[in-house]
C-alpha cells in the first residue's frame, strides 16, 4: 500500500511568487492534514480535512494560504504571494475515521528568497 | 492551552549508551500521547504511543511511560544504536483540539559508533 506521498519535495521560490504543494494520501483516508515546520520552531498545524470539508482551519496563517480537496482525494496548499516568512517544511498527513496514528508524508521543503 | 516542551538537543552519544529524552506536556482534559521520529531523508513515523495515564509505549526498544502526576511522557532507551540517529518529537492530540496534533521543538539525536 503506497503511503502518504508530496509533491515537490523542494520548492524555492521568489517573494511574491505563487507556490501550489500537493499531498496525495493514503487510498481511502477520510482525514487529511496539513502541518508545517519553520526552521528552529515547532511543527504547527495548519488544518485538517475530513474527505472535501474543512473540519478545522485554525491553524491557517492568514489569507495568502489557501487549501482545497476537490472530490476528497488529494489536496492542495496555495501560497499566493509567497512571503520570506512562509519558507519551511510542510507536511501533510492522513488517517482513518477515529483512528489516532496519523501517517506522515515526506514533507516538501519550501524556500521564499 | 495545549503545549508540549521538549528537551533541546542536539543530543550526542556513543554506541550503546543510554538515552533519555524528556518531555513534558501541559493540556485540558486526557490527551493522548505520542514519539514520533524523523530519520535522515524521511518523512515523520510514529515511534510510540500511550493514550492514558501510566500507559508504557514502547517500539524498536524505545519506550516511554505516561505519566499524568508529572504531566511527563519520557523516551528512553538502554542502548542506541548508530541508526537511531534521527529527530525525536514528542506530541499530544487532545480529545478537544479535533484531533490536531501539538509538537514538541524536536531532538535531534546523533548516536556515533
Known amino acids: 500500500e503506497a503511503g502518504v506521498t508530496q509533491f515537490p519535495s523542494h520548492s524555492v521560490i521568489e517573494k511574491g511568487q505563487t507556490v501550489t504543494l500537493r499531498c496525495d494520501p493514503i487510498?481511502?483516508?477520510?482525514?487529511l492534514y496539513w502541518y508545517r515546520r519553520v526552521m528552529g520552531k515547532e511543527i504547527k498545524f495548519l488544518l485538517h480535512?475530513?474527505?472535501?470539508?474543512?473540519?478545522?482551519e485554525s491553524g491557517m496563517p492568514n489569507n495568502r494560504f489557501l487549501a482545497e480537496r476537490t472530490g476528497g482525494t488529494y489536496s492542495t496548499l496555495k501560497v499566493q504571494p509567497a512571503e520570506l516568512e512562509d519558507s519551511g517544511v510542510y507536511f501533510c498527513?492522513?488517517?482513518?475515521?477515529?483512528?489516532?496514528?496519523?501517517?506522515f508524508g515526506p514533507g516538501t521543503r519550501l524556500t521564499v528568497t | 492551552g495545549n503545549s508540549v516542551t521538549q528537551m533541546e538537543g542536539p543530543v550526542t552519544l556513543s554506541e550503546e549508551a543510554f538515552l533519555t529524552i524528556n518531555c513534558t506536556y501541559t493540556?485540558?482534559?486526557?490527551?493522548?500521547l505520542f514519539w514520533y521520529v524523523q530519520y535522515p531523508g524521511e518523512g515523520l513515523q510514529l515511534l510510540l504511543k500511550?493514550?492514558?495515564a501510566d500507559d508504557k509505549g514502547s517500539n524498536k526498544g524505545f519506550e516511554a511511560t505516561y505519566r499524568k502526576e508529572t504531566t511527563s511522557f519520557h523516551l528512553e532507551k538502554g542502548s542506541v544504536q548508530v541508526s537511531d540517529s534521527a529527530v525525536y518529537f514528542c506530541?499530544?492530540?487532545?480529545?478537544?483540539?479535533?484531533?490536531?496534533?501539538?509538537w514538541g521543538l524536536g531532538t535531534s539525536l546523533a548516536v556515533n559508533p
Open positions: 493540556a485540558t482534559g486526557y490527551p493522548s
Open positions: 480535512f475530513v474527505k472535501e470539508s474543512k473540519q478545522d
Open positions: 487510498s481511502g483516508h477520510d482525514n
Open positions: 506530541a499530544l492530540i487532545n480529545a478537544g483540539n479535533n484531533r490536531k496534533l501539538i
Open positions: 500511550a493514550t492514558k
Open positions: 498527513a492522513s488517517n482513518q475515521q477515529g483512528a489516532g496514528e496519523q501517517y
